[in-house]
């Protein structure tokens, strides 16, 4: 099975570390999405913008933690979505964004410094 990603657990980024184990297939940019800045990490939701992301090949295990990193804050739903690689599990954002900066260039490495 597949993943995509598109904030901190691309690679060098804060949560990287929870792909470890994961095989890299190579970057995407998802059209149909627009990515939102939350502060630590970033939220997707369907829009009409590109999101720069990166697709890896994971097992059940890896998937299992991910579902509970992310069930944590109650905050995104896991759907799949076509990529180049084959079909892959994104984790899309559920709440409210009102007020919530936009990350105009879709890509969370190279977003503009938020500030408070």
């Known amino acids: 099975m597949r993943i995509i990603v598109y904030g901190s657990l691309r690679r060098k980024q804060g949560n990287s570390h929870w792909m470890t184990n ?4 190579g970057d995407h940019e998802l059209e149909g999405f627009d990515l939102y800045d939350l502060g630590q990490y970033p939220a997707a939701v369907p829009g009409e913008g590109t999101i720069y992301c990166e697709v ?11 579902d509970e990193l992310k069930s944590n804050t109650k905050d995104y739903r896991r759907e799949l979505i076509a990529t180049p690689y084959g079909s892959a599990w994104i984790y899309i954002y559920k709440r409210s964004l009102a007020g919530v900066p936009r990350i105009a260039s879709g890509n969370w490495l190279t977003r503009e410094p938020r500030t408070l």
């Open 22 to 25: 994961a095989q890299w297939l």
């Open 56 to 66: 890896y090949r994971i097992n059940a295990g890896i998937l299992a933690e991910l």
